[in-house]
C-alpha cells in the first residue's frame, strides 16, 4: 500500500502551465466546435469559429513548444524522487516499460492484482500521450481543408490532395468529427485514471503544482 | 411486309425505340421500346423519405415538378401528414407553371417540326403572312426578320438541329405563310416556356429539379412582392397561350384534319387526378380522378388496388404482375426480341387493361364529369373545326394534340385564381406552409399528374428510412410493352393503322409518338 | 481553324439585327462572369469579324433524365435558340432536332467523320448489363459514347450525371453509372480533353461560358484559357464554395438560422444551415449566377443547398437536410454520443469495480515484473 511521493520535479511549472493549456485549448475547441457543427446555442458563428481557430494556433504552439522544451527542461524521470533528467528520456522507452503493455492493460482489466514496476510513465501512457501529437495536428489539417477552400492560400493544392484522397470535403468534415470524438474519449480516460490511481496527489501536481508526500513517509 | 425502325426517336424525353411492321402503306403491329434502365427505385432504398423528393425528381428533366409532388404526398401519405392549405395553393401554382412550360415546348419545339416545314417557310410571301396571321386570329410578329435568319442560316449550308429533317415530305401540308408563321411563333414559344419555368424558379429556386415542396408543405414563404413577380409572368405566359398558342393549333388543325381518323389507341383511360380544392378529395380535383373503359364515354373510378405491372416482355427477372406498392425491379437485359424481351418498361394495366394516360385522358374525365371550363373549351373547339356535338372525335391522334393545348389554356385560367387566393392568404396573414411531423413508419401512394400522364409514387417507410420505393410513370403506361397475355400498349396500339407514305421515311408514325409527348 | 469558325458569327448576328454595340455589351457581360475584365471584350469582338463557319457540335444523350438540356432550354443571353442556330451548328441532338432514327444517326456519322467538333455528353455512362442499360439505335450507350468521343476535338460534360455517373451511380448504383471520365481509358478516348460541369442539372450560363470561350478565345487550342482545376472544372465557376457568396451569410455568422421550414425565420431569410445545407462544403457559383435567367436560385427560395455539384452527390449529402450524411446508415452525432456515453459507462463501471476492490486506495506494486519471473530472469 504505497503512493510514491508527488515532487514538483515531476513536472516542472513550466509543463504544467502547458497543461493547463491544451486543456483549456481542447475544452474550448470542442464546444466551439460543437456550435459550428450543430449551432445549438444561439452564438455568433464567427464568434465561435474566431475562438475555434485561436485555440487551434494556441494548441498548436503549446504542443510544439512543448516538444522544443522537452529536449531542455530536465525533470524526475520517477515519481517520489527529486532526481532529474532530460525530459524527452520520459517519452523514450525505458528499460521498465519492457513487457509492460500487456501486464497493464491485464491490471486494467481486472487480471491482476498488482500494479505494474513503471518508469514515470507506463508503455501504454507513453503511447496515449504521444498520440496526441499526431492526432492534434491532423485536427489542424482536416480543419484547415474544410476552411481553405475558400482562402485560395497558394499551399491549397496540399489540402486539395487530402480532400480528394479521402473523397469530398463532406467526408473530410466526417472525419473531422469524429476526430474530436477521438480527443474527447482520450481526455474522458486519461482524466479518470489519472483520478482513480491517486485523485489528490495527481491533480494536485498538475494543476496546482503541490507536492504531496508519498504514503510511506506519510506514516 | 417491311420493317420501319425509328432509333433514337427524338424529340423526346429519354431513349425510345419504334419498330413497326408496314403492309400496303399501312401500320399493321409495332412495337415500342424504352432503352434506358437507371434504377432509381433502388437507389432510393434505405434513404430519408424527403431524400425522395429531392431525388425522385431526376426521373425525368421534363416533369420533375410532378415526380417531386407524387414523392411528397407519398411520404405524407405514409407518415400521416396533412399539408396547410397555403402549401397545396403554392404546389398548385408550381405544378400548374410545369403544365405550361411543358406543353408549350411539348408543342412548338418537340411536336412542331412533324407538320412545319421550315425550309419551306423560306418561300413565304411577307405581306401573306401577316394577312393570314390575322384572319387566323394569332398573333404577329416581325416575321420578314424571321424568314431573313432562316435564309442566312440555310444559306450557310449547315442547318445545325435542322439537319436532315423532313423537308419536302409528301405528308407535310402547310402553305408556306402557316410555315412561317409557325417557325416565328416557335422561336417566341422557347421564350414563353423560358418565362413559364422562372414562374417554378421563383418559388422552387430552379427548374428543372425544384427545391421547395418538402414532405410536409413547402420551403418556400411568399410575400406579396414576391406574389408580384410571378403574377407578372404568368400573365404574359396566359395571354401568348390565349392569343397565339391556341388560334395557331386551330389554323393548323384543318390541313392535317385526317388525323382525326386515326391513332386511336387503347380507348381506356386513365387519369390520376391533379390541382387539389381545399377538400383534397382526389374526385374535386381542377382536373379529375376518373377513367374510361372501352372507349365508352364514362367515367368509371380506379382503383389502385388493382394495378399490376406485368415482365414478361421487359428484361426484368423480379416477379412479374405485382401491385406497384409491393413492386419489385431488378434488372435483367437479355437480348432485344420483339417476340420475347424487348423493353426497359414495364407493362402496368388496371383491371388488366392498358391504359392510356395523358391530357387527352384528363380532358375526357373532366369534360364527362362536367366540368364547365372544360366543357366549354372543348364543345367550342369542336364547333370550331365544324364536328360539334362529337366528342369521340377526340379519340385520334388530332384529339390527342388538340386536348392538350386546350389543357394548357384551362390550366392557366385556374392558376390565375389560385394565385389569387394565394395573394388573399398572404394578406391575411392567416397562411401557414408547413406541418410538422415525427412520424417514422407507415405506407402510402402519391396519386399525381404529370403533364404527360398519370403518375404514381409508392413508399413503405420504416424507422424514418425507406423499405419499398417504386413509381409508375406516364410513360409506363403510355409506352407499355406487351402484357403477359400479349396485348400491346398504349402506344403501339395507336399506331395500328396509321398510313405511312415512305417507309424509309415514317413521319406519320413519329407523329402518333410524339403525340404522347413520351 | 478557330478563327476561321469565329468570323461568320458577327454576321450571323449583325443579320439578325444585333448591332456591334450590343454585341459589344453581351460580350462584356459573359466576360465579366468569367471574371475576365470589360478590357477583353473588344478583343474578343475583332476576333469574329468576317465570316465563314460555325462551331460542329455533337450533344450525346446517355442515361439522362433530359433535364440539362431542358435547362439549356432556359438560357438567357444568348438564349438557346442563338445557341443553336447562331453560336454552334450542333448536328445531333435528340431531344431538339428534326430528325429521327436513321436521318438522324446519319447526320452524327457525317460530323464525326468530318471532326474538330464539340462533343457534349449529358447523362450517365450506362455500364450495368453489359452496357444494355442504355441502347441507341441497336448499340450500347458505351460504344456510340467510343465512337462520338474519340474523334472530337474536346468533350463536355455537362451536369452530374456525365461528370461522375450523378445520382444514378449511388449506392448500390444498380445500373452500372459511371462519368464520362471514368471509362475515357477503358474506351480509348483519355487523350481528348474533358470540361466537366457538375450539378444537377447543368447550369446553362456555364454551357454559354465555355462556348464563348470556344468561339472567341480560342479554348480549343488552348486550353489554358479555360483554367480547368484537377477535376476539369472551370476554376472561375468552380473556386469558391456556395457559402462563400451566400447572401445568407450574415445571418449564419449571426447565428440566426431557420430552425423549421415555413417559420418566421424564413421569412426573415435566415441561414439554412440548421436544415442541412450544403452550401459550405459545394464549390459553384449558383449565388452569383442564379437560376433561369436569374430569377432565383435553391437559397433564395427557401431550401438548403442539397451540394448538386458536389462529387457522388447523392452518397455525400444525403440525407439532404441533415448537416452531415450517415456513416453506414448511422448518424455521425449518434456515433459519437453512443461512443461518449460508452466510455463513460465503461468508466463508471471501472471506477466502481476499483473502489470496491479498494483498489483506489492504492494498489499494490509488484516487486519484480511478472514476465521477468516466469523468465526466471532478473533476479
Ligand atoms: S444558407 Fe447555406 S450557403 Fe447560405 S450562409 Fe447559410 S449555410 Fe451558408
Ligand atoms: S445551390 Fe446547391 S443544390 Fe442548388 S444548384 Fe447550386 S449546388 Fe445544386
Redesign the pocket.
Given at each position: 500500500m504505497s503512493h510514491e511521493g508527488h515532487y514538483r520535479e515531476a513536472h516542472p511549472l513550466i509543463f504544467v502551465f502547458q497543461h493547463w493549456v491544451n486543456l483549456i485549448c481542447m475544452a474550448g475547441l470542442a464546444f466551439s466546435g460543437f456550435v459550428i457543427h450543430g449551432s445549438f446555442y444561439a452564438i455568433s458563428m464567427g464568434g465561435a469559429r474566431m475562438i475555434h481557430f485561436t485555440l487551434m494556433f494556441v494548441l498548436a504552439v503549446n504542443i510544439t513548444s512543448r516538444i522544443i522544451l522537452s529536449f531542455w527542461v530536465k525533470d524526475a524521470n520517477q515519481l517520489g524522487t527529486r532526481e532529474v533528467d532530460t525530459d524527452i528520456k520520459n517519452w523514450l522507452p525505458q528499460k521498465e516499460n519492457k513487457h509492460q503493455l500487456l501486464e497493464t492493460a491485464k491490471y486494467y482489466l481486472f487480471m491482476r492484482k498488482e500494479r505494474v514496476i513503471s518508469a514515470k510513465y507506463g508503455a501504454l501512457q507513453k503511447i496515449a500521450y504521444l498520440a496526441t501529437v499526431p492526432i492534434t495536428f491532423f485536427m489542424g489539417y482536416t480543419g484547415f481543408a474544410l476552411y481553405g477552400p475558400a482562402q485560395q492560400w497558394p499551399v491549397w493544392g496540399f489540402f486539395a490532395g487530402g480532400i480528394s484522397l479521402v473523397g469530398g470535403i463532406m467526408t473530410m468534415r466526417i472525419i473531422h468529427y469524429f476526430g474530436m470524438w477521438v480527443v474527447i474519449l482520450f481526455t474522458m480516460v486519461h482524466a479518470y485514471l489519472a483520478a482513480i490511481d491517486g485523485f489528490k496527489a495527481f491533480y494536485g501536481l498538475i494543476f496546482l503544482w503541490r507536492e504531496s508526500p508519498g504514503a510511506e513517509e506519510g506514516h | 411486309m417491311a420493317r420501319a425502325v425509328i432509333d433514337p426517336v427524338t424529340r423526346i424525353e429519354g431513349h425510345l425505340r419504334v419498330e413497326v411492321e408496314v403492309e400496303g402503306g399501312v401500320v399493321k403491329d409495332a412495337w415500342v421500346s424504352g432503352t434506358l434502365y437507371r434504377g432509381m427505385e433502388t437507389v432510393l432504398e434505405g434513404r430519408a423519405p424527403a431524400d425522395a423528393f429531392y431525388v425522385s425528381q431526376r426521373i425525368c428533366g421534363v416533369c420533375p415538378i410532378s415526380h417531386g409532388h407524387a414523392s411528397t404526398m407519398a411520404s405524407e401519405a405514409a407518415l400521416g401528414i396533412q399539408i396547410p392549405d397555403g402549401a397545396r395553393l403554392v404546389r398548385n401554382i408550381i405544378e400548374g407553371a410545369e403544365t405550361l412550360h411543358s406543353h408549350i415546348l411539348w408543342f412548338y419545339t418537340l411536336t412542331a417540326l412533324d407538320y412545319v416545314d421550315v425550309v419551306s417557310a423560306l418561300s413565304a410571301n411577307i405581306a401573306d403572312t401577316y394577312a393570314l396571321a390575322e384572319k387566323a386570329g394569332t398573333s404577329t410578329a416581325d416575321f420578314g426578320q424571321v424568314q431573313k435568319r432562316i435564309k442566312t442560316f440555310v444559306e450557310g449550308g449547315q442547318l445545325s438541329i435542322f439537319t436532315n429533317g423532313y423537308w419536302g415530305h409528301p405528308a407535310m401540308k402547310l402553305p408556306a405563310e402557316l410555315n412561317l408563321i409557325a417557325v416565328a411563333h416557335y422561336l417566341e414559344a422557347l421564350e414563353m416556356q423560358a418565362e413559364a419555368a422562372q414562374i417554378i424558379a421563383l418559388m422552387g429556386?430552379?427548374f428543372p429539379?425544384f427545391?421547395t415542396s418538402l414532405p410536409g408543405g413547402t420551403a418556400w414563404m411568399p410575400t406579396e412582392e414576391k406574389l408580384g413577380g410571378i403574377l407578372f409572368r404568368w400573365k404574359r405566359v396566359r395571354d401568348w397561350v390565349a392569343n397565339t398558342f391556341i388560334p395557331d393549333t386551330l389554323a393548323i388543325a384543318p390541313f392535317y384534319i385526317e388525323a382525326a381518323t386515326y391513332g386511336k389507341g387503347c380507348g381506356n383511360f386513365l387519369s390520376w387526378g391533379c390541382f387539389d380544392d381545399a377538400s383534397f378529395d382526389p374526385k374535386k380535383r381542377a382536373l379529375p380522378r376518373g377513367m374510361i373503359v372501352g372507349g365508352k364515354l364514362e367515367v368509371l373510378e380506379p382503383d389502385v388496388a388493382q394495378v399490376k405491372e406485368y415482365v414478361e416482355h421487359a428484361w426484368y427477372d423480379s416477379p412479374s404482375a405485382l401491385n406497384p406498392a409491393q413492386g419489385k425491379t431488378h434488372a435483367k437485359f437479355t437480348s432485344y426480341d420483339t417476340n420475347d424481351r424487348y423493353s426497359w418498361v414495364k407493362a402496368p394495366r388496371l383491371n388488366e387493361l392498358p391504359m392510356e394516360v395523358g391530357p387527352l385522358s384528363r380532358m375526357l374525365v373532366a369534360y364527362l364529369d362536367g366540368v364547365p371550363q372544360v366543357k366549354s373549351l372543348i364543345d367550342t373547339t369542336l364547333a370550331a373545326l365544324g364536328v360539334a356535338g362529337k366528342p369521340e372525335i377526340l379519340v385520334s391522334l388530332l384529339g390527342r394534340i388538340a386536348a392538350r393545348n386546350l389543357e394548357t389554356l384551362y390550366v392557366a385560367d385556374e392558376m390565375g385564381k389560385w394565385i389569387g387566393e394565394l395573394v388573399a392568404a398572404v394578406k391575411g396573414g392567416e397562411a401557414k406552409f408547413f406541418t410538422e411531423s415525427t412520424a417514422t413508419d407507415g405506407e402510402g401512394a402519391g396519386l399525381w399528374e404529370a403533364p404527360r400522364g398519370a403518375l404514381g409514387h409508392f413508399i413503405s417507410v420504416k424507422g424514418g428510412k425507406i423499405a419499398n420505393y417504386q413509381a409508375v410513370t406516364p410513360s409506363t403506361w403510355d409506352l407499355s410493352p406487351r402484357d403477359a397475355a400479349g396485348v400491346r400498349g398504349p402506344m403501339e396500339e395507336a399506331l395500328i393503322g396509321a398510313p405511312i407514305a415512305d417507309v424509309e421515311k415514317p413521319l406519320e408514325a413519329l407523329r402518333i409518338v410524339h403525340s404522347f409527348d413520351p | 481553324m478557330a478563327q476561321e469558325m469565329r468570323e461568320g458569327i458577327y454576321d450571323l448576328l449583325a443579320a439578325r439585327g444585333v448591332s456591334r454595340r450590343d454585341f459589344l455589351k453581351y460580350c462584356g457581360s459573359v466576360a465579366a462572369m468569367l471574371g475576365l475584365s470589360e478590357m477583353a471584350a473588344p478583343q474578343i469582338a475583332a476576333a469574329v469579324e468576317g465570316g465563314a463557319k460555325l462551331q460542329p457540335a455533337v450533344w450525346l444523350d446517355l442515361g439522362l433524365c433530359t433535364g440539362c438540356t431542358e435547362s439549356t432550354a432556359q438560357a438567357g443571353n444568348p438564349n438557346v435558340a442563338d445557341i443553336v442556330l447562331d453560336l454552334l451548328s450542333i448536328n445531333y441532338m435528340e431531344t431538339i432536332m428534326a430528325a429521327a432514327g436513321d436521318q438522324a444517326e446519319e447526320a452524327k456519322a457525317k460530323t464525326i467523320e468530318e471532326g474538330g467538333y464539340i462533343l457534349i455528353v449529358e447523362g450517365t455512362v450506362m455500364t450495368g448489363e453489359g452496357g444494355n442499360t442504355l441502347r441507341i439505335a441497336g448499340k450500347t450507350g458505351m460504344e456510340v459514347l467510343k465512337e462520338a468521343a474519340s474523334k472530337a476535338a474536346a468533350i463536355v460534360a455537362v451536369g452530374s450525371c456525365a461528370v461522375d455517373g450523378g445520382w444514378v451511380r449511388a449506392n448500390p448504383n444498380p445500373a452500372g453509372g459511371k462519368g464520362v471520365k471514368d471509362v475515357a481509358v477503358e474506351l480509348g478516348f483519355d487523350k481528348v480533353p474533358i470540361i466537366n460541369l457538375?450539378?444537377?442539372p447543368v447550369?446553362p450560363e456555364w454551357i454559354v461560358a465555355v462556348v464563348i470561350d470556344v468561339l472567341m478565345l480560342g479554348a480549343l487550342e488552348n486550353l489554358a484559357v479555360l483554367n480547368l482545376d484537377e477535376l476539369g472544372r472551370p476554376k472561375l465557376i468552380f473556386g469558391q464554395t456556395?457559402h462563400d457568396n451566400c447572401p445568407r451569410r450574415g445571418h449564419f455568422e449571426n447565428g440566426e438560422f431557420v430552425k423549421q421550414f415555413g417559420t418566421v425565420e424564413e421569412v426573415k431569410q435566415f441561414c439554412l444551415y440548421e436544415v442541412g445545407c450544403?452550401?459550405p462544403q459545394?464549390f459553384?457559383n449558383?449565388?452569383k449566377v442564379r437560376?433561369n435567367r436569374k430569377a432565383s436560385?435553391?437559397?433564395e427560395s427557401g431550401?438548403?443547398?442539397?451540394?448538386?455539384?458536389?462529387l457522388n452527390?447523392v452518397d455525400n449529402d444525403a440525407p439532404f437536410l441533415k448537416r452531415m450524411p450517415n456513416v453506414g446508415g448511422v448518424r455521425p452525432e449518434t456515433i459519437g454520443t453512443v461512443l461518449g456515453g460508452a466510455a463513460a459507462a465503461g468508466l463508471l463501471v471501472h471506477g466502481v469495480a476499483s473502489f470496491s476492490s479498494g483498489r483506489a486506495k492504492g494498489a499494490p506494486v509488484e516487486t519484480s515484473k511478472a514476465y521477468d519471473k516466469k523468465k526466471g530472469g532478473d533476479k
Open positions: - | 429556386g430552379k429539379h427545391m | 457538375p450539378t444537377c447550369n456556395i450544403k452550401g459545394t459553384t449558383c449565388p437560376w436560385w435553391c437559397v431550401a438548403p443547398c442539397i451540394g448538386c455539384g458536389n452527390w
